[in-house]
């Protein structure tokens, strides 16, 4: 029984140091056609989002990103990527309903996959990448995860990556 408790602590850090990756580099246009490289943004956090403009939990995560965007302000890059079917004018219309500051941008697919490596993936997505490029932290809506997406959790990450 003793040593449960080292098998399980060993299995958690595997599996942290595995999370731990390059975050894949993209240049995808947002809806006013400027180019958005990830590689500009280093040197702080980023949240990257996958999302769609139906997905009712992407439309409650905007709220958590605009709370994380009035906390750091330019300390934390926000970046959602609407993926197909969305278009121009379904991600315009969810922009201005949710009065959204931070760009979304437009991929066909090919981003998402090289992050998710998955053909299909469920939405949303949320990647912490940190200041140098590598991927901090990973979540997919569920249950365990409700309070990145609906409530304070990723402040405890942003926390730990913002230099104060």
Sequence with gaps: MRFIPAVVLCASALFA??????????????SHMEIHDLYDYRGKPVVLEFM???CPHCATFVGVLQRIQQKYGDKVAILSVA????????????????KITYPILFDTGQAAFSYVRSPRFDLPQVYVIDANGMIFAHHVYS?????????????NELDKLVKK
């Design 17 to 30: 140091q595995q999370a731990l990756r390059r975050a894949p580099g993209f240049a995808l246009p947002d």
């Design 52 to 54: 769609q403009t139906t």
């Design 83 to 98: 993926n197909p079917p969305d278009n121009i004018t379904s991600v315009n219309m969810f922009i201005s309903g949710h």
């Design 143 to 155: 249950l365990m995860d409700r309070d990145i997406f609906e409530g304070n959790g990723l402040f």
